[in-house]
């Protein structure tokens, strides 16, 4: 039986591609000098080829700063009717339990420019942290919801990661910027997610709530009336089946809409 292959010879080997010689050229272009990846900028390096570091000045132009936490900080709220006042919610650390506060973040007297812009500024002194006029306590778990109700911002509510929902009002209800007390708590759910104020100006102080078990419950609150009956569930809905995440009112409030981790609405 013939094969199909020549037999194999060792004397055939590749074919080399032909090298020109220097005196076959045609033209012979000059290249430019490489230069190395890690030269360096010239002009960052001095005479001995180190390089120079640039200083750079940091200044804090901030009107203020609230500097009370130990820990994260998850939620914020601005009041109403007046801007400055501020609530905000976090945790004191893992397995510790949740905080808030309430302060006044209303600017001190200053020049009309920072200290930074200044020809000459003058020795710069440390600036004492905002105040705090309330604490928030009373969270087994971080704070990570809060909203004032609509419309004058008579109440302040806090949700947690414990589930508990606490309502706070302003020791005088003309005075927002006074110190602020717990009037009542509930707890319904396990987490709750959310808080969103309703603006409807037909029933004012009224709020919804979205919970890690995907409900979803709307309250109005009574600030007039005792602890025990201040708080009034208006409606319940349990259409989530994952974690509600998000709800908004739509502006006159007559719509509140809800999304969850399962992709809801």
């Known amino acids: 039986m013939s094969a199909t292959n020549p037999p194999y010879d ?15 050229a045609l033209e012979e272009i000059a290249g430019e000098d490489d230069t190395a990846m890690d030269s360096g900028d010239d002009a960052n390096e001095d ?17 203020g700063h609230f500097d009370r936490f130990r820990d994260s900080i998850f939620c914020i709220a601005a009041h109403p009717t007046v801007p400055s006042l501020i609530a905000t919610g976090g945790s004191d650390g893992d397995d510790e339990a949740g905080i808030g ?57 806090s949700g947690g990661l414990d589930g508990a929902l606490h309502v706070w009002v302003p020791e005088s209800p003309s005075k927002p910027l006074a110190p602020w007390t717990l009037l009542t708590s ?25 919970a890690a078990d995907g409900s ?10 005792p ?15 994952t974690p509600c995440t998000a709800g908004a009112w739509s502006a006159d409030g007559s719509v509140l809409a809800t999304v969850s981790e399962e992709g809801s609405l």
């Open 10 to 24: 060792e004397d055939i080997s590749d074919t080399e591609p032909a090298m020109l010689g220097e005196d076959e």
């Open 101 to 157: 506060y309430i302060f006044d973040s209303t600017p001190v007297d200053s020049p009309v420019l920072p200290e930074s812009y200044q020809t000459q500024p003058a020795e710069r002194i440390e600036r004492k942290g905002i105040n705090a006029i309330s604490t928030l306590d009373g969270h087994t778990d971080s704070i990570n919801a809060l909203t004032f109700t609509l419309p004058a911002g008579a109440a302040l509510l």
């Open 47 to 63: 005479g001995d080829g180190d390089q120079t570091m640039e200083e750079y000045v940091l200044h804090n132009d901030s009107v």
């Open 186 to 210: 509930a707890t319904e759910v396990d987490e709750i997610n959310w808080l969103s104020a309703s603006p409807s100006a037909d029933h004012p102080n009224t709020f919804a709530l979205g």
């Open 216 to 225: 979803v419950w709307v309250y109005t609150v009574d600030v007039t009336a």
């Open 227 to 241: 602890a025990a009956s201040a708080l009034t569930i208006v409606q319940t809905y349990f259409a989530h089946t």
